[in-house]
């Protein structure tokens, strides 16, 4: 299996210098094909996204990515990610990311 | 629920008391798992955040490194040395349990290289490019732990939020719901029994 990252251009060109061959950069208003097309691919093992880029997706697509048993995705550039925060709080009760 | 649904009988007195000590044990049990949930979920946290915290270093200084390659050898030669890369890291992805939610563990190989291996002439590139290359090399690495310990935490944090909405349901539902029954069907054959009793005299009164 292999690492697969989507994005802009300036986004994936670091990932290639690393030997990732499929990182795929796209337009902003293509990422989403991107996306779905790396969803399909049964090679890929592990997606990476840019959060920013991320949270620009369609709600359709993001609610996939979360719920998707494979690939794994995992977003980059970002700190902690807003949905999980709210996962978090909504189970245990605390927002236990809250730094102040 | 529906108090009337039940008919006041001995026997089903006893299968709604065999019911309400079945939700009891269920709902013991789940508070446990829920408990256990919660203690691996905390240990779990703590090494995301951890690696999350590598990540948006690594990153930085990844995309720093690769912005002063640029700036030097020109996009040109940098995505030139990029294409010209001849191992892709391989990844092993299998699961593993984790009190019945299913995880993932993730193997990985050849993502750190060598110079020499990198594909890309020694002589026709820069420092540069190799120090993005190798910030880039230890971010995936980092990439790779937290796919696998991110995964990990919203599958625990899902599981919590059912067991959590399932305590709840037996707690504030079920049990109650099942406590009222036996209580209507108790008090309905007490009720019964003394009405019968009553009877039994009156009939003693009439044949005297």
């Known amino acids: 299996m292999e690492i697969a990252v989507a994005g802009s251009e300036e986004f994936v060109l670091g990932f290639r210098l690393a030997g990732i061959r499929k990182a795929v950069g796209a337009a902003p208003e293509e990422l989403e094909r991107a996306v779905d097309a790396l969803l399909e691919d049964e090679d890929v093992g592990i997606l990476v996204l840019r959060s920013d880029e991320m949270a620009g997706l369609s709600a359709g697509l ?38 102040t | 629920m529906v108090l009337a649904e039940y008919k006041p009988t001995r026997s089903q007195l006893l299968q709604v008391r065999k019911t309400l000590k079945l939700a009891e044990r269920g709902h013991r049990l789940l508070k446990l798992k829920r408990d256990a949930l919660m203690i691996e979920f905390f240990q779990v946290l703590e090494r995301a955040r951890e ?40 990844l092993e992805l299998t699961t593993r349990n984790v009190m019945g939610i299913v995880v993932p563990k993730i193997k990985a190989e050849k993502v750190r290289k060598r110079i020499d291996e990198r594909g890309y002439g020694i002589i026709g590139t820069s420092p540069r490019i190799d ?15 937290a796919a696998e310990i991110e ?8 599981e919590i939020e059912k ?18 029954t036996e209580r209507f069907i108790r008090l309905r054959l007490e009720e019964m029994e003394r009405e019968n009793i009553f009877r039994l005299k009156r009939f003693k009164e009439a044949g005297a």
Not at chain 1, 65 to 94: C, N, S, Y
Not at chain 2, 163 to 180: C, F, G, Q, S, T
């Open chain 2, 163 to 180: 067991v959590k909405r399932r305590v709840n349901a037996l707690e504030h539902r079920v049990i109650p719901e099942l406590e009222d």
């Open chain 2, 131 to 145: 120090a993005a290359a190798e910030a880039y090399e230890e971010l995936v690495e980092d990439v790779i732990v």
């Open chain 2, 151 to 158: 995964t990990t935490m919203r599958r625990l944090i899902e």
């Open chain 2, 51 to 90: 690696v999350r915290s590598n990540i948006v270093d690594r990153y930085q200084d990844a995309a720093g490194k690769l912005a002063v390659a640029s700036a030097i050898e020109g996009r040109v030669g940098v995505r030139s040395a990029s294409h010209a890369l001849l191992q892709k890291p391989e």
């Open chain 1, 62 to 99: 993001r609610r996939r990515l979360e719920v998707v048993p494979q690939p794994v995705v995992i977003a980059v550039g970002g700190a902690e990610e807003e949905d999980l925060r709210t996962k978090v709080k909504r189970a245990i009760g605390v927002d236990l990311f809250r730094t």
